[in-house]
């Protein structure tokens, strides 16, 4: 089989929204312009600690609660391939997947609705779909402020089809494109499994947790030193082998067997963060008034 690929994200940072308002930590805003976006735009609550030196809480999400038209939701696009075409997912607001074993706490208190993701490419030559948010800071989810990323998905308890969380963060050497996926694998029905691809192929670890029905979460959380940690539910199930410079550019995959085109998996409550204290404050906050400006940072991976 093949396994899943290393995605090539070519552009990521878009757009940032700046609230300009003293919050606490993760509280979450929705403007009349955004919501036009139909997602959460939560960022930069400056929060003042006991001594008085400021930190900042950088927060992203979509809870997929806001119904959108097309082929992605706003905010959301498709991801490219390094290693030919590019697959053709499709994502729908979903209404049907029970939210009843929900354990994980949703970004705005709703679990009504979620992300469908639908394999929708040529059945021929895509194993596999991807969709990657544009609404996330990469500079923001540098090491030095310990990043992480999560989602939850819903596992059915059988084999087919396999919702994964990716992401492929920089790491010091210009030619790694590795990325880093965590998730169900579609020929596995046993236990949770994660992987780490320097280049490719990529090289999966099956965990100890055992699949079960219902939502579960993925998350990604990287430590100040550079190495990512994958934990389900909670529970740390392993660490990258390599220390990565940020936790960027994630996104949400489906991987499926040739036979099962159309497949599709469920998602919900995608977020993630970091936290900055006062001297990066001021860095990143001119980082977000060049994004307003309508700068972006540009970063283009090697295609192989
Ligand atoms: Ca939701």
Redesign the pocket.
């Known amino acids: 089989m093949q396994y899943p690929p290393p995605g090539v994200i070519t552009a990521a940072e878009t757009f940032l929204r700046d609230d300009g308002e003293a919050n606490t930590t993760n509280l979450f805003l929705e403007d009349s312009e955004m919501k036009k976006l139909a997602i959460i735009l939560a960022v930069m609550g400056l929060v003042w600690a006991g001594t008085g030196i400021a930190s900042a809480s950088y927060h992203f999400g979509d ?3 806001t119904a959108w038209t097309g082929d992605y939701a706003s905010g959301w696009a498709n991801i490219e391939y390094a290693h030919g075409a590019a697959s053709i997912p499709k994502m729908t607001q979903y209404t049907t997947v029970t ?1 009843n074993g929900h354990t994980i706490t ?3 208190g ?6 469908q993701v639908t394999a929708a490419g040529d059945p021929a030559t895509n194993w596999w779909g991807g969709v990657k948010p544009e609404f996330v800071s990469a500079s923001a989810l540098d090491r030095q402020y310990s990043p992480w990323v999560s989602v939850s998905f819903y596992d059915y308890g059988v084999g087919l089809p396999a919702p994964q969380l990716s992401a492929v963060p920089n790491s010091s050497d210009p030619d790694d494109w590795t990325d880093i996926q965590m998730g169900q694998r579609w020929d596995r029905t046993d236990n949770y499994w994660y992987a780490e691809s320097m280049n490719f192929p990529s090289q999966w670890v099956k965990t100890t947790v055992a699949r079960s029905v219902g939502w579960h979460e993925l998350k990604f959380a990287q430590d100040t030193a550079g190495y990512i940690t994958y934990s389900i539910d909670g529970t740390p199930v392993g660490t990258t082998t390599t220390a990565y410079l940020d936790l960027a550019y994630p996104w949400l995959q489906i991987q499926f067997d040739y036979d099962d085109f159309g497949a599709e998996v469920y998602f ?2 995608f977020q993630g963060g970091s936290t900055i204290p006062e001297p990066a404050t001021i860095l990143v906050w001119g980082l977000l008034g060049l994004v307003a400006a309508g700068y972006g940072v540009w970063r283009r991976r090697r295609a192989a």
């Open positions: 809870d997929f609660e939210a949703p970004l705005s709703l679990y009504f609705m979620g992300l919900d409550n």
